[in-house]
């Protein structure tokens, strides 16, 4: 049952709350958040909103506009145990202090707006995501950049790298490269860390699947979370990356989302199920269908197929995402779909035979995204699927990896950089305006941002191993 104000201030009261915190997110997919005593929270408050400046916060407004308001959503409140002081968290909103218009670059309203453009379309009445976001856990991270120097440095106390390190002793049990998936303890060390984070995101809302150590050494993890809709979905996403770092901090170490960390070993995904649903019949399950899928999945497949170099734009968002994908080292780089097969951009999950469980899983995503913006962005692209008939062609179950040359050759890969992706996302991008959901200032903003801030430093910057290459020339 959804909370109401009233619930909200009643629970802060119950549970002897000090402050409030409002958690809101910017464009590019980090938490922000400011605080005020509890005594200040009243019912009004969440039809007042409170001010904050926009002109400080990444892809917001500019300085002569720079006066906004947040919103908190009632329903999206938990108890922040993380933290020593009592504190009440909400997830926000942003709105314009003058007209009371939500923000067209808040990523939480072009998530709203997603959800409420499929009920338009009578296609569907809600759609159910659940992202398997995969991390690392560090002992200790280092890294500086100068215009005479540039380094990074990553240390684990499960990387294999340490098993000819004098300890004093050296108790060895570490992950070999690429044998993380999934050794016992002791081998696995983060056994109890990630129970107690799952434990800990059960207490703040986030019902848990399963966790487990990664194909990666030095701590690859996944923690998977039960289904929810879309926004809702983004909301607790953002909840356990907190959850996860602040625990992870606690215990001395450091948890990273980002999507390729070390070389030669496997990066982080982010594997992304969906499904569409009206009432409660799945509409992406037919017992006749390839997989059990019936024919507006396939459509939807369609979609996320045709769409695939200008949804990773937001799907897959960093320079550092580029380090994952790359051909021939089994990422999910290949634009085909398929049962079971991990090679193939969506794979069908086979696991169950229960309607309810049928969904696509789209695998090239990675964790350093907006979920806001990325699950809105993989719903128009399916939609746009369905709306326009759009044929995956024939489902491809073999190893994409061991196809011969020939057959290769007739499959799509997936850009290698972020500068194609938002090149592809210029050209392609009116799948996102229908019903007004993204505009064309959050797609133009978006790419600026990535150009100026992301692509161009890195493009700019020597990189270090141009030196091993290049120094004797």
Partial sequence: MALKPSDVVKLAKENNIKMIDFKFIDLP????????????????????????????????????????????????????????????SLTCNIRDPLTLEPFSRDPRYVAQKAEKYLISTGMGDVSYWGPEAEFYIFNDIRFDQGVNYGYYYIDSREGIWNSGRDEKPNLGYRPRHKEGYFPVPPMDTFQDLRSNIMLMMEKVGIEGEVHH???????????????????????????????????????????????????????????????????????????????GISQMARFYTGGLLKHAPALLAFAAPSTNSYRRLVPGFEAPVNLVYSQRNRSAAVRIPMY???????????????????????????????????????????????????????????????????????????????????????????????????????????????????????FDI
Avoid at 53 to 75: C, H, K, Y
Avoid at 248 to 274: E, T, Y
Avoid at 396 to 405: E, R, S, T
Wanted: aromatic share 12%.
């Fill in 29 to 88: 997919g980090i938490w922000q958040h400011y605080s005020i005593p509890a005594h200040r929270l009243t019912e009004s408050l969440f039809d007042d909103g409170i001010g904050f400046d926009g002109s400080s916060i990444r892809g917001f407004a500019e300085i002569q506009e720079s006066d906004m308001l947040v919103f908190p959503d009632p329903d999206s409140a938990f108890i922040d145990y993380m933290l020593e002081v009592p504190t009440l």
């Fill in 352 to 470: 169950s035979k229960s309607p309810g469980a049928k969904r696509l899983e789209f695998r090239c995503p990675d964790p350093s995204c907006n979920p806001y913006l990325t699950f809105a962005a993989l719903l128009m692209a399916g939609l746009d699927g369905i709306q326009n008939k759009i044929d995956p062609g024939d489902p491809v179950d073999k190893n994409l990896y061991d196809l011969p040359p020939e057959e290769k050759a007739l499959v799509k890969s997936t850009p290698s950089s972020l500068e194609q992706v938002l090149e592809a996302l210029e050209r392609d991008h009116d799948f996102l305006l229908k019903g007004d959901v993204f505009t064309k200032d959050v797609i133009d903003t978006w790419i600026h941002y990535k150009r100026e801030h992301e692509v161009d430093p890195v493009r700019l910057r020597p990189h270090p191993y141009e030196y091993f290459l290049y």
């Fill in 213 to 291: 150590h990664e194909v990666g050494t030095a701590g690859q993890g996944e923690i998977d979370m039960k289904y929810d809709t879309l926004t809702r979905m983004a909301d607790k996403l953002m909840t356990f990356k907190y959850v996860l770092k602040n625990l992870a901090r606690k215990a001395g170490l450091v948890a990273s989302f980002m999507p390729k960390p070390i070389f030669q070993d496997n990066g982080s995904g982010m594997h992304v199920h969906q499904s569409i649903w009206k009432k409660t019949t799945n509409l992406f399950y037919d017992e006749r269908g390839y997989a």
